[in-house]
């Protein structure tokens, strides 16, 4: 499977103030954050909220800041997450790409709403009683 890439919408919840801006993103399931450049970050105007030491592709570990809230639209879903600001290429990972309940199809190297789900993004809760 090639590259992947899409579109999603970011916006600064505690900023009304900002637009909100269309993304550009390169999927990674591999990858467990969100990523931004830090001109993103900026755009935003978010907050460091900690820094974290991540390790990069080529093995190299880095200390980070780490930012939010950061609000995501994907098509009809939503989620609130925080961000690594680094690289300068955004990159979305496993856990917003969860929270929205998206998929990565192979067959047509696309992004999309899992089609098991496709007006409620669906989640597991094992062990949850209600």
């Known amino acids: 499977m090639g590259l992947v890439t899409t579109i999603v919408t970011m916006r600064n919840p505690k900023r009304d103030d900002l637009v909100a801006i269309d993304v550009p993103v390169l999927v990674d399931t591999g990858a467990v954050h969100l990523c931004i450049p830090e001109h993103i970050a900026i755009q935003?105007?978010?907050?460091?909220?900690?820094?974290r030491?991540?390790?990069?592709?080529?093995?190299?570990?880095?200390?980070?800041?780490?930012?939010?809230?950061?609000?995501l639209t994907f098509e009809n879903r939503k989620c609130f997450v925080g961000a690594m600001v680094l690289g300068d290429q955004a990159l979305l990972g496993?856990?917003?790409m969860e929270d929205m309940d998206?998929?990565?199809?192979?067959l047509k190297q696309q992004?999309?709403?899992?089609?098991?789900?496709?007006?409620?993004?669906?989640?597991l809760a094992m062990g949850a009683r209600g």
């Open 94 to 96: 496993a856990i917003p």
């Open 44 to 51: 935003l105007g978010l907050e460091e909220i900690d820094q």
């Open 111 to 123: 992004v999309m709403v899992n089609p098991s789900n496709p007006n409620l993004a669906a989640s």
């Open 102 to 106: 998206l998929i990565v199809s192979p």
């Open 53 to 71: 030491e991540v390790t990069v592709a080529d093995g190299r570990k880095k200390v980070v800041p780490y930012v939010g809230p950061v609000f």
